[in-house]
Nanobody, 123 residues
């Protein structure tokens, strides 16, 4: 089974930056689309950004578009989420996920999920 491990979360003040990393256990990113999702307490999981095997980048408009940037290092089996100008509403557990053969806009079409990394933004 494909294993995904997120890191890079933490606590920052409003306006700060974090870079999240998602490392896969095997050479993955040529075959899978990889997405970042987040879930805050009491709310449903929402998409943040996704990247295709060819490097195409996609963003959910309500989840940091314009402030967040997704990128990849295929040689290192790593996908990054650079988060700038963080706001309190960005506080959530952030999950990395990988999928194939489906619609990258649907969370249900991601087959593999990491365990998450917590991001907390304070005023």
């Amino acid at each position: 089974d494909l294993q995904l491990v997120e890191s890079g979360g933490g606590s920052v003040q409003t306006g700060g930056s974090l870079r999240l990393s998602c490392v896969a256990s095997e050479y993955t990113y040529n075959d899978y689309y990889v997405g970042w999702f987040r879930q805050a307490p009491g709310k449903e999981r929402e998409g943040v950004a996704a990247i295709t095997p060819r490097g195409g980048k996609n963003y959910w408009s309500q989840s940091g578009k314009g402030r967040f940037t997704i990128s990849q290092d295929s040689g290192a089996n790593t996908v990054y989420l650079q988060m700038d100008n963080l706001q309190p509403e960005d506080s959530a557990m952030y999950y990395c996920a990988a999928g194939s053969g489906g619609n990258l806009w649907r969370a249900s079409d991601y087959q593999y999920w990491g365990q998450g990394t917590q991001v907390t933004v304070s005023s």
